[in-house]
Nanobody, 115 residues
Framework: QVQLVESGGNLVQAGGSLRLSCAAS????????MGWYRQAPGKQRELVAR???????DYADSVKGRFTISRDVAKNTVDLQMNSLKFEDTGVYHC?????????WGQGTQVTVSS
């Protein structure tokens, strides 16, 4: 079975940085794409960043220039480097992976940015 486990969420002051990591239980090249989504209380879940098997990148407009998604194929991990964090970045961040057989989600890691 496929498992995605997120880590790295924390409480951080505005302007600070965090690095989230998503560890997949299988070879990440199995996935057509992997990404990070977030959801804050009272808001809908939104795509934050995504990387395709071929390395193409997509970012939400709100995080462009501040967040960077990357992968380590040897470790089967996808990371999200988050810099210049803002209060509105607060939320539960979920790792997502898509392959022809289905779509998978991690259980999430909490990011809280204090003002």
């Amino acid at each position: 079975q496929v498992q995605l486990v997120e880590s790295g969420g924390n409480l951080v002051q505005a302007g600070g940085s965090l690095r989230l990591s998503c560890a997949a239980s299988i070879n990440i090249f199995t996935f057509n794409n992997m990404g990070w989504y977030r959801q804050a209380p009272g808001k809908q879940r939104e795509l934050v960043a995504r990387i395709t098997r071929g390395g193409s990148l997509d970012y939400a407009d709100s995080v462009k220039g501040r967040f960077t998604i990357s992968r380590d194929v040897a470790k089967n991990t996808v990371d999200l480097q988050m810099n210049s964090l803002k209060f509105e970045d607060t939320g539960v961040y979920h790792c997502n992976a898509v392959q022809i057989l289905g779509e998978y989600w991690g259980q999430g890691t909490q990011v809280t940015v204090s003002s």
